[in-house]
């Protein structure tokens, strides 16, 4: 999939909001975002027979970039990445999944949210608090 | 213009259980719940069509000199003025296959 492709899919899985009558957006759990863009990186998108040598790639890694060698219909394109890089987009897709489903929950039952500014969610914050 | 801050169960637990084992972590989250009120903004974009956000904080760990990553990802309803936190946790150590750390 190209990147074009990859954006055209995450303008797709915003269709798949849903309203109800007051104009609440729910969440979908169906929705492409696993396709999403991860945010941060760049990317870069090149034919496999024009790639650069390696220490190219690397500087381009090391950039923050994601490098996709593709290679025309018949493979899936090759990725370039460094390895913090990967560990940082697979934990976005956890988070990212993790959201989700926290969010789906919350819409089934929004009243187990705290407010901080509520005596509850000030007893929660002073928990935390750091010495000065 | 301020924003309402809501925390989902899912961070209060989160919190509680970071706490346990790094609490300074837990209070920089903890911290910057103030920053999102403030300015929901300063995170950067995670999913637009959910109006999805992430926002990273660090801290060095003063015994391992370590930097610590930690990143909150939250929800903006802009029509309520209404910050939903939607997790909390701390970022994963980066690569260990460098040879300085074998």
Same mark, same amino acid.
């Given at each position: 999939?190209?990147?074009?492709?990859?954006?055209?899919?995450?303008?797709?899985?915003?269709?798949?909001?849903?309203?109800?009558?007051?104009?609440?957006?729910?969440?979908?759990?169906?929705?492409?975002?696993?396709?999403?863009?991860?945010?941060?990186?760049?990317? %870069? #998108?090149?034919? =496999?027979?024009?790639?650069?040598?390696?220490?190219?790639? +690397? @500087? &381009? /890694?090391?950039?923050?970039?994601?490098?996709?060698?593709?290679?025309?219909?018949?493979?899936?394109?090759?990725?370039?990445?460094?390895?913090?890089?990967? %560990? #940082?987009?697979? =934990?976005?897709?956890?988070?990212?999944?993790?959201?989700? +489903? @926290? &969010? /789906?929950?919350?819409?089934?039952?929004?009243?187990?949210?705290?407010?901080?500014?509520?005596?509850?969610?000030?007893?929660?914050?002073?928990?935390?608090?750091?010495?000065? | 213009?301020?924003?309402?801050?809501?925390?989902?169960?899912?961070?209060?637990?989160?919190?509680?259980?970071?706490?346990?084992?790094?609490?300074?972590?837990?209070?920089?989250?903890?911290?910057?719940?103030?920053?999102?009120?403030?300015?929901?903004?300063?995170?950067?974009?995670?999913?637009?069509?959910?109006?999805?956000?992430?926002?990273?904080?660090?801290?060095?760990?003063?015994?391992?000199?370590?930097?610590?990553?930690?990143?909150?990802?939250?929800?903006?309803?802009?029509?309520?003025?209404?910050?939903?936190?939607?997790?909390?946790?701390?970022?994963?150590?980066?690569?260990?296959?460098?040879?300085?750390?074998?």
């Amino acid at each position: 999939m190209t990147s074009a492709a990859r954006h055209d899919a995450d303008h797709e899985a915003g269709q798949h909001q849903t309203a109800d009558p007051s104009g609440h957006v729910g969440f979908d759990p169906l929705a492409l975002d696993s396709l999403t863009p991860i945010p941060g990186f760049g990317e %870069v #998108e090149l034919p =496999f027979e024009q790639s650069p040598a390696l220490p190219e790639l +690397a @500087a &381009l /890694a090391d950039d923050r970039q994601m490098v996709y060698l593709t290679r025309g219909e018949q493979a899936p394109a090759l990725v370039v990445m460094t390895e913090d890089n990967l %560990v #940082e987009a697979l =934990f976005n897709a956890a988070m990212l999944a993790q959201s989700h +489903a @926290a &969010l /789906a929950a919350h819409d089934r039952h929004p009243e187990d949210a705290i407010r901080l500014d509520s005596p509850e969610g000030q007893a929660f914050l002073a928990k935390f608090k750091r010495p000065a | 213009m301020t924003y309402r801050v809501d925390l989902l169960p899912a961070v209060r637990a989160a919190l509680d259980r970071l706490k346990a084992t790094d609490p300074a972590g837990a209070g920089v989250i903890a911290d910057a719940f103030a920053e999102l009120a403030d300015d929901p903004r300063i995170g950067q974009v995670l999913n637009q069509a959910h109006a999805l956000y992430v926002l990273h904080r660090s801290r060095l760990d003063p015994l391992t000199r370590r930097k610590l990553g930690y990143q909150i990802t939250y929800r903006i309803h802009d029509e309520h003025l209404v910050v939903a936190v939607v997790t909390a946790a701390a970022v994963p150590r980066p690569s260990r296959r460098r040879p300085d750390r074998r």
